[in-house]
């Protein structure tokens, strides 16, 4: 299983970016694609899962009303569309996945993209 993630970039406070991972290797059908972040010396945080079938989405506390994930099933591609970005959204973010429940050890880590946000 491989996941490619893509879409990061520079942008300012109040601005918008849409990551991508792209998953190959293997059906998705029984999984969850989640997004996760790290910043300089903090901790890995949750940002958002989908499960695969259903589309049913979770979300982090800090994102919650400005993160819309999404799944495309003919790409097999998750999307992380990030608005209204703070300067404290700044960090590597990484996408993941595993089968059943969205919490708990991830088994398959794509790259990490970096999330710039200016102030």
């Known amino acids: 299983v491989q996941l490619q993630a893509s879409g990061g970039g520079l942008v300012q406070a109040g601005g918008s970016l849409r990551l991508s991972c792209v998953a190959s290797g293997r059906t998705f059908s029984s999984h969850v694609v989640g997004w996760f972040r790290q910043a300089p010396g903090k901790e890995r945080e949750f940002v958002a899962a989908?499960?695969?079938?259903?589309?049913?989405?979770y979300y982090g506390d800090s994102v919650r009303g400005r993160f819309t994930i999404s799944r495309d099933s003919a790409e097999n591609t998750v999307y992380l569309q990030m608005n209204s970005l703070k300067p404290e959204d700044t960090a590597v973010y990484y996408c993941a996945a595993k089968t059943n429940s969205y919490q708990g050890t991830y088994d398959y880590w794509g790259q990490g993209t970096q999330v710039t946000v200016s102030s």
């Open positions: 989908i499960r695969w079938g259903s589309g049913r989405t």
